[in-house]
Structure formats: structure tokens, C-alpha cells
Nanobody, 122 residues
Framework: VQLQASGGGLVQAGGSLRLSCAASEFISNYHIGWFRQAPGKEREFVAAVSWSGGSTHYADSVKGRFTIFRDNAKNTVYLQMNDLKPEDTAVYYC?????????????????WGRGTQVTVSS
């Protein structure tokens, strides 16, 4: 499956963005996660949604501000980001996996989209 992440941009602190992860085929076959990587830092988990949408999980740093949801009919997963902070600045990637969690979310995810840049100004 090919993934295409989009929706990034420049926003002021406190603002909102909605990222989209569009899949080339049946996204309902996969658990989907969002990850991010800031300059000079390791890539980190942000949020995950199970294939059915019945389970969602978030990093503590985004809990209560970000929401992940999916529309399998549109082969798309979204990340709604509210109350953005400068520390949310990063390149955001979506990933697809048939495994949801084994100590880490979407371990060994085989499919990754090209990142979309999110920049939050203070």
C-alpha cells in the first residue's frame, strides 16, 4: 500500500491543522499511526488507530489536543491537531501495519508515507 500524507503548514501557537493520510488501496486492512520527527531528534510516536477505528492511542504529549480518526470508505486517516504548540513542530509521517501493539505502536510498520512539515510559531 502507498501512503500520502498531507495537510501540514505554518500555524501560530494555539492554532489547528488537520493532517490526512491517503492510501492507495484498502486502508481498512491496516492499523494506522502518525509519527513525527523534529530536527535533531528521534522519530516518535504520536497517535494510532486500529483497523476498525475502535481503538485509539496517543502519546502523552498530545493527549487531549490531537484526535486520530479514519474514514475507511475514503481510504483516509486523519489527525486533527488543536491547540498546537511550538514543540509540535516536526515532520509528520503516517504508517500502516498489520500489527497494532507489541510494546510499541505499529512495530515494524512496512508502509510509510512521505512526511508533511508542521511548523508552529510562538
Amino acid at each position: 500500500v502507498q501512503l500520502q500524507a498531507s495537510g501540514g503548514g505554518l500555524v501560530q501557537a494555539g492554532g489547528s491543522l488537520r493532517l490526512s493520510c491517503a492510501a492507495s488501496e484498502f486502508i481498512s486492512n491496516y492499523h494506522i499511526g502518525w509519527f513525527r520527527q523534529a530536527p535533531g531528534k528521534e522519530r516518535e510516536f504520536v497517535a494510532a488507530v486500529s483497523w476498525s477505528g475502535g481503538s485509539t492511542h496517543y502519546a502523552d504529549s498530545v493527549k487531549g489536543r490531537f484526535t486520530i480518526f479514519r474514514d475507511n470508505a475514503k481510504n483516509t486517516v486523519y489527525l486533527q491537531m488543536n491547540d498546537l504548540k511550538p514543540e509540535d513542530t516536526a515532520v509528520y509521517y503516517c504508517a500502516a501495519s498489520t500489527t497494532y501493539y507489541t510494546g510499541n505502536y505499529l512495530p515494524g510498520a512496512k508502509y510509510w508515507g512521505r512526511g508533511t512539515q508542521v511548523t508552529v510559531s510562538s
